[in-house]
C-alpha cells in the first residue's frame, strides 16, 4: 500500500526567504506526483504536476523535483511572500486494478511572517 | 469556467439522517473522485468512477453509496448519518490518458452530524 509522508508537518519562514516542503512515498511505481496549495475553508488548488518521466516542474516562483528510485519528491518556494501561507499537500497517482487513485500526504502548514 | 461544482457548501444532518452531496463537471472529465478531509489530516479516497456506469471502492467507503449515470454528475449519497461522518467532503475529476491528469478540485462540501 502506498503510503506518503510530509515533513515538516507546520513551518514559519519571514517573507523573503526561501524554502523547502518535502514528500516521500513507499512504492516508486507511481504515475505522477501533483502538489496541492490549500487556503483555509477553500479545496485544494493544483500547483504543479510532475509525470513519472520527468524529473521537474517549474511555475513562477515554485520548483517541484521528483526522485523515483529514492521515493521523494520536494517544492521549492523561492523569494516566500506572506501570500504564499496555505496547507501545501501532495499526491501520487497509483495504478489499481480498476484504475487509478491518488494517495496524499498529510500536508505542510506554511506561514510566512511580513 | 465553472469546473467541478459541489453543492451544498454547508449542511448539518441529524444522527440517522440520510443526504446526497451534489458534483458536477463541465470538463468532460472521465474520472471523478470523492475525498474526505478531517482536521489536520491528508485527504481519504471514498470512491471513485473511471466512468459514466462504472464506480469503485476506496479506503474509506462505509458509509456512503455513489452512483455515475451520466460523464458529468458523481453525486455521493450518506445514509444514516453518523458522527463520525463530520468531515469536509471533495469532489475531484481529472482526464485520466496514459500518466497524465491534473486532478481538479471543487470548493468543498462541510457537513456536520449532530
Known amino acids: 500500500k502506498q503510503e506518503v509522508t510530509q515533513i515538516p508537518a507546520a513551518l514559519s519562514v519571514p517573507e523573503g526567504e526561501n524554502l523547502v516542503l518535502n514528500c516521500s512515498f513507499t512504492d516508486s511505481a507511481i504515475y505522477n506526483l501533483q502538489w496541492f496549495r490549500q487556503d483555509p475553508g477553500k479545496g485544494l488548488t493544483s500547483l504543479l504536476l510532475i509525470q513519472s518521466s520527468q524529473r521537474e516542474q517549474t511555475s513562477g516562483r515554485l520548483n517541484a523535483s521528483l526522485d523515483k528510485s529514492s521515493g521523494r519528491s520536494t517544492l521549492y518556494i523561492a523569494a516566500s511572500q506572506p501570500g504564499d501561507s496555505a496547507t501545501y499537500l501532495c499526491a501520487v497517482k497509483v495504478r489499481e486494478t480498476s484504475g487509478s487513485r491518488l494517495t496524499f500526504g498529510e500536508g505542510t502548514q506554511l506561514t510566512v511572517n511580513p | 469556467n465553472a469546473g467541478v461544482t459541489q453543492t451544498p457548501k454547508f449542511r448539518i444532518l441529524k444522527i440517522g439522517q440520510s443526504m446526497t452531496l451534489q458534483c458536477t463537471q463541465d470538463m468532460n472529465h472521465n474520472y471523478m473522485y470523492w475525498y474526505r478531509q478531517d482536521p489536520g489530516m491528508g485527504l481519504k479516497l471514498i470512491y471513485y468512477s473511471v466512468g459514466a456506469g462504472i464506480t469503485d471502492k476506496g479506503e474509506v467507503p462505509n458509509g456512503y453509496n455513489v452512483s455515475r449515470s451520466t460523464t458529468e454528475d458523481f453525486p455521493l449519497r450518506l445514509e444514516l448519518a453518523a458522527p463520525s461522518q463530520t468531515s469536509v467532503y471533495f469532489c475531484?475529476?481529472?482526464?485520466?490518458?496514459?500518466?497524465?491528469?491534473?486532478?481538479?478540485f471543487g470548493e468543498g462540501s462541510r457537513l456536520t452530524v449532530l
Open positions: 475531484a475529476s481529472s482526464y485520466f490518458r496514459l500518466n497524465t491528469g491534473e486532478l481538479f
